[in-house]
């Protein structure tokens, strides 16, 4: 185990059962997926005292959001590259996100003035789809705006829709 692994362990034995909570956000919130001090969960109640079984299942449910949460991110930037967005207007925006085999899929919106906007990523036949469209009312008032553009690993179209109010 590299010294700073050893340290980070002894830092969570050392600490009290009421701090576990916050260290384990910390420790999600900070550490590397791929860098993470990760030891097996014991099933043996012989083996290990109940306080030190907490110790390790705090640490693989840090683990485990770490890594979800990285996976998410990396998704994030590369959809906002393709549309030409921000990745925090996505990020910080309302919504949810799945995940499961690498592959995440997600929904987010937000309104700017009199703009919504929707992003919705998923997988159809191992295929990953984007969907992002807008919705406008017209400087005139009398119109909405819609547009929406389809992304796929391959290809891109766009249209947009004028509906009257």
């Known amino acids: 185990m590299r010294d700073r692994r050893k340290v980070l362990h002894d830092l969570i034995e050392e600490a009290r059962d009421e701090d576990l909570p916050l260290l384990g956000e910390l420790i999600a919130r900070f550490q590397r997926p791929l860098d993470f001090p990760l030891q097996a969960v014991s099933t043996s109640a012989s083996q290990e005292s109940e306080p030190a079984?907490?110790?390790?299942?705090?640490?693989?449910?840090?683990?485990?959001?770490?890594?979800w949460t990285h996976l998410e991110r990396q998704h994030i930037a590369s959809t906002a590259k393709r549309l030409g967005l921000d990745p925090a207007r996505i990020e910080f925006s309302a919504g949810g996100a799945s995940g499961g085999g690498g592959k995440?899929?997600?929904?987010?919106?937000?309104?700017?003035e009199s703009t919504f906007s929707r992003l919705n990523t998923f997988h159809v036949e191992n295929q990953e789809?984007?969907?992002?469209?807008?919705?406008?009312?017209?400087?005139?008032?009398?119109?909405?705006?819609?547009?929406?553009?389809?992304?796929?690993?391959?290809?891109?179209?766009?249209?947009?829709?004028?509906?009257?109010?």
């Open 129 to 165: 789809i984007i969907t992002f469209d807008n919705a406008e009312v017209s400087d005139s008032g009398s119109d909405v705006v819609y547009k929406l553009r389809v992304l796929t690993d391959k290809a891109e179209s766009a249209t947009d829709l004028n509906v009257r109010l």
């Open 104 to 112: 995440v899929q997600m929904t987010r919106h937000w309104s700017k």
């Open 53 to 67: 079984r907490k110790r390790q299942e705090l640490l693989l449910e840090a683990h485990m959001h770490s890594r």
